[in-house]
């Protein structure tokens, strides 16, 4: 096959890029012509020791990698893809404290404990508060007079509130854990003028506040996921450090890809206008799973080769890093028909907007699908009119497809 004809010096995590577009005219001719190809980049530009890494574009290669961790690790380079250009080779180390940054074994052991939390039961027992709280917030969002931010006023709210609900911080503190997780990803953004070191500095706040919160049930346990995981160190629990770092993770994991793909989906709805009359009237169990689709709140996570290998017709050699493109895997029309359609009664629906499968597969799965269902159920009942008055304003990250704002009016 030819090989695709891309710019030179096209680099698919350059955050200018996806400020403006996730890049799916090239995703689709990489598939077409070299899925697995070499992106060069100047050395040590992503904060790695190299010279670039390799694009996985297609599905199958995608759930391949994801799922033989023994030859593609998550550790020794962690799974960010690209962090600021001025990081330090120990700030990228000390995160593979964090689940997603970990390999098997250590990672079997930590995902079997903090699982606890994320059973069906739990979830279950979750749902009818999480009901109340989506209707609340979206009364409150229709309360205003005139366009409001549907990012700040509605896809931020119930992810954060579920989070709370989940490990029991109380509610008043949720809008320190969204501005601690804002500013850990913000470091791409120059409209947040957020540095590397306030990023880093939000956090050690978060993994404080996680840390207190775990001794806090250690003397004093509670009915809560936070007793569950920590109150019996050493007898199959998480010390005070792992909670922190697993609160860390949900901050994002748990905050920022729900928000996220919310807000994609809200704007699918209006620039779909046949869509959101089909969900208002019919309501769709297949809804969630598209919104997930379409939007891939996480454009790219990334492997690193422990051993020579093969992918796609291309060497890697150890040490070379792979770069899974979860937007491009769910627009392959090898797997999806019409994958640039939104179609929320798409089924099956074999998309990897949750993971490729493997030991790193999204653990809050059925939350965030729970959390979709119930504020698009609010939405559709309180706001059925709906409109956009702006255009999103998008992100600028290497990684996160995520939009910081989206005005729209409910009359």
Known sequence: MPCPALPDGFDLTDPDLLHS?????????????????????PHGLAGFADDGYWAVTRHEDVKYVS????????????AIIRFGEHIERDAIDVQRLILLNMDPPEHTRVRQIVQ???????????????????????????ARSGPFDFVTEVACELPLQAIAELIGVPQEDRTKIFDWSNKMIAYD??????TEEIGAESATE???????????????????IV???VAAEGEGNLSMDEFGFFVLMLAVAGNETTRNAITHGMHAFLTHPDQWDLYKRE????????????????NSFQRTATQDTELGGQRIKKGDRVGLFY????????????????????????HLGFGGGGPHFCLGKSLAVLEIDLIFQAIAGAMPNLRMVGDPRRLRSAWINGVKELQVSAG
């Not at 309501?283 to 709140?297: D, F, G, K, L, Y």
């Not at 937007?327 to 074999?350: C, G, L, Q, Y």
């Open 189 to 194: 953004d120059p409209e947040y003028a957020i």
């Open 116 to 142: 606890r939390g994320f059973t069906p039961r739990a979830i279950r027992a979750l749902e009818d508060r999480l009901r109340a709280r989506a209707h609340a917030i979206v009364q409150g969002a229709l």
């Open 327 to 350: 937007a491009s895997a769910n627009h392959d029309p090898d797997v999806f028909d019409a994958p640039d359609s939104f179609d929320i009664t798409r089924d099956p629906n074999p």
């Open 227 to 229: 007793t569950t995981l």
């Open 67 to 78: 799922t033989h961790p023994e030859i593609f690790s998550s550790t020794l380079n962690t």
């Open 206 to 224: 978060i993994i404080a506040y996680a840390m207190n919160m775990a001794a806090d049930r250690k003397q004093c346990p509670a009915k809560d």
């Open 21 to 41: 577009r996730v890049p799916l005219p090239e995703f689709a001719e990489l598939r077409r012509a070299e899925p697995v190809r070499w992106i060069p980049q």
């Open 283 to 298: 309501r769709p169990a297949t809804t969630a799973e598209e919104i997930v689709r379409w939007a891939t709140p996480v």
